[in-house]
């Protein structure tokens, strides 16, 4: 699948592959989930889905604090920036 989507992205350009990576990227978990499903495995299912969430989580903050790492000696965050702000 990963080959395949590869190969589309060189003909059809990056920002397609990217799209095509982004849904098809998960397709692995959706397999297991639908054949578990059909088996009545709803247990699997959700282990599935929450590892996939934790796994994703973990790995999009590792790279960002490797990245700024590499960048920064060191890194300062303000614990009053990140706020929701609400719109009127």
Not at 14 to 26: E, M, R, V, W
């Amino acid at each position: 699948m990963g080959r395949a989507t590869e190969e589309l992205a060189e003909h059809l350009g990056h920002g397609i592959g990217g799209l095509l990576n982004a849904t098809f990227g998960n397709a692995a978990e959706l397999i297991i989930a639908l054949v578990a499903l059909s088996k009545g495995l709803t247990g699997v299912v959700k282990a599935s889905i929450t590892g996939s969430i934790i796994g994703n989580v973990l790995l999009v903050m590792g790279f960002s604090i490797v990245g700024g790492g590499v960048k920064f000696r060191e890194q300062r965050f303000q614990q009053n920036r990140p706020r929701a702000r609400r719109r009127r």
